[in-house]
């Protein structure tokens, strides 16, 4: 069945780091692929998404490429700050229905 | 952007009571909730889509007489919990939509059910 795996944590980082979260995904058709990031306390939040094959998508710095040669959305960022800190968990989107990986704790340390 | 409360944000029970949880659309109407149940260190998994004005959709494996769902209102879907038992303790995470946007789904904080 279709699945997420996705990199375990939690990842502690310092300031300005480069992040990678490596996200792989097992799907019959042709999923969207998306990130969500959970900060404490609050719900999932929409971080990026990529709708078909080597789309990128992109936000607050944040770039996920969709890449279909190796089933993979690897989650990246240049610089990480403190702010970043939260669980992102990769998610794919096939017919109406989530499914969502483990998620990963990213702790960004000044 | 939009706006999805959940209430309480944790509850702890005895084992054989009920206990309901509560998801709002603050600033949209819902016409899709979804709830899903996450396990310690595990994915959330959905349990059932629930559509205003009608019954929900039990995902395979999902109690229907225990898991109690029901969407009244375009900004309102609870989830009872019926005759909890430890097992049932989990993390409750909904989501909201509208005309059948599943890729556009505003979840939740979740709520925290512990079950003695």
């Known amino acids: ?35 969500y990031v959970q900060y404490p306390g609050e719900g999932l939040q929409l971080l ?14 944040f770039e996920a490429t969709y890449r279909k040669e190796t089933t993979s959305f690897h989650l990246e960022k240049g610089s990480v700050q403190v702010s970043d800190s939260a669980v992102y968990f990769c998610a794919l989107l096939t017919g109406n229905q989530f499914y969502f990986g483990t998620g990963t704790s990213l702790t960004v340390i000044p | 952007g939009a706006v999805v409360s959940q209430h309480p ?11 309901k949880i509560e ?30 004005g009608s019954k929900a959709t039990y995902e395979q494996g999902v109690e229907k007489d225990k898991f109690l769902i029901n969407h009244a209102s375009l900004t ?28 556009e789904q505003y979840f939740g904080p979740g709520t925290r059910l512990t079950v003695t």
């Open chain 1, 1 to 35: 069945g279709d699945s997420v795996t996705q990199m375990e944590g939690p990842v502690t980082l310092s300031e300005e780091a480069f992040l990678t979260i490596n996200c792989t995904y097992t799907a019959t058709g042709y999923p969207s692929l998306f990130w």
């Open chain 1, 48 to 61: 990026l998404k990529a709708t078909k094959a080597d789309d990128k998508g992109s936000n607050k710095g």
């Open chain 2, 9 to 19: 944000s944790r509850v702890i029970c005895k084992s054989g009571t009920s206990v």
């Open chain 2, 23 to 52: 998801c709002r659309s603050l600033d949209f109407q819902a016409t899709t909730m979804f709830w899903y149940r996450q396990f310690p260190k595990q994915s959330l998994m959905l349990m059932a889509t629930s559509n205003e």
């Open chain 2, 76 to 103: 309102l879907s609870t989830l009872t919990v019926t005759s909890a038992h430890p097992e049932d303790s989990s993390f409750y995470i909904c989501s909201a939509t509208w005309q059948g946007r599943a890729y």
